[in-house]
């Protein structure tokens, strides 16, 4: 019996050391310092080329977006700020705004308690994590990141961005090599989690989606696909993903004043208001606020652009300047 596990302690010792030996390869062979490079208007302008090349302006404009990452499926609504994450038995239809306000379900039957709030840490983790695989390069002017120009040693310019706050691992880099058409091709990361600094991972097959915006089919580190599949970016009016998200969280006075609150401010940012778009954000807050209030939104907005002779460069924080505050909250 002794000879067995003193065999068996050598072989564990051997596998330790060969363990060791192979990280130290690997890590001699993949680690690079951080780069430093220039920030400002060179950065955001090479970041801008970027945003264009991958048909930014579509993806905000559509509303949705669906993947699936290992075990896990979402649905995300962006406008809402809304996602249905599922994995196993559970459910969680996670409020991006106040994860505190968000439901759980189990075999589809409510859970509460500490199970509940395990949930909704999990949902939101892997969301953080997963939902950057899908987006990241729609995710390099979000709050709190930096970005850089970084000439490589073919001469090309690579983007530099880092995420100071946020997420659920501030202060990760990541140094994204574009191609001629400035489409990210790879990236390379320096981030907490990872013990080698400079690991690149590629972006590969990109396509269009039916919302115009162009994704990333495949994502590949160390000759290893990630299990990322089923990827949708688009937007259906007739889509009641909204509707059966509020209806779970059973939405209360204060729960709808900070999806709207959040929404307009987000919405000032990305687009300009325009007679086009009133009648779909009345349907959009429909379902979340009173006959009464919509009314009051309606002639607010009603009121503005007859007062307005340039209504497309009107935008929502013009809106809650003229009282729209008031009347709506």
Not at 51 to 76: I, Q
Not at 92 to 116: A, H, Y
Not at 223 to 238: C, D, V
Not at 268 to 288: C, G, M, T, W
């Amino acid at each position: 019996m002794r000879k067995f596990f003193s065999v068996l302690l050598k072989f564990i010792g051997i596998i330790i050391v060969l363990l060791i030996i192979g990280f130290a390869i690997i890590y001699a062979l993949y680690n690079e310092p951080l780069p430093k490079g220039k920030s400002g208007k060179e950065a955001d302008a090479l970041a801008c080329k970027v945003l264009n090349a991958v048909n930014e302006p579509d993806y905000l404009e559509a509303r949705y977006v669906e993947w699936s990452f290992r075990k896990t499926s979402y649905k995300l609504d962006k406008r809402a700020q809304l996602a249905i994450c599922t994995w196993e038995d559970y459910k969680v239809n996670l409020n991006l705004i106040d994860t505190s306000q968000s439901n759980v379900f189990k075999n589809g039957l409510t859970i509460q308690g500490e199970e509940r709030e395990s949930a909704i840490k999990r949902a939101l983790k892997h969301f953080n994590n997963d939902s950057f695989w899908v987006l990241a390069p729609f995710k390099i002017f979000d709050e709190g990141t930096s970005r850089q120009v970084i000439t490589l040693d073919n001469g090309n310019k690579a983007l530099l961005v880092t995420y100071t706050s946020g997420g659920t691992t501030p202060g990760d880099s990541y140094l994204w090599i574009l191609d001629n058409n400035y489409i990210p091709s790879s990236f390379k990361m320096w981030v907490s989690i990872i013990p080698i600094g400079g690991l690149e991972a590629n972006w590969n097959n990109w396509r269009t989606t039916n919302s115009g915006a162009k994704i990333a089919s495949n994502r590949e580190i160390l000759g290893l696909e990630l299990p990322l599949s089923a990827i949708k970016i688009y937007s259906n009016p007739e889509d009641e993903l909204v509707e059966t998200i509020t209806s779970d969280l059973k939405l209360n006075t204060q729960i709808k004043d900070i999806i709207i609150t959040k929404q307009m401010r987000k919405d000032a940012l990305q687009r300009h208001y325009s007679k086009n778009k009133f009648e779909a954000d009345i349907n959009f807050i429909r379902p979340v606020l009173s006959e009464n209030d919509i009314n009051r939104f309606a002639e607010n907005i009603m009121l503005l652009m007859q007062t307005n002779d340039n209504v497309e460069q009107f935008t929502y924080n013009e809106i809650l300047r003229f009282k729209m505050r008031d009347s709506l909250y």
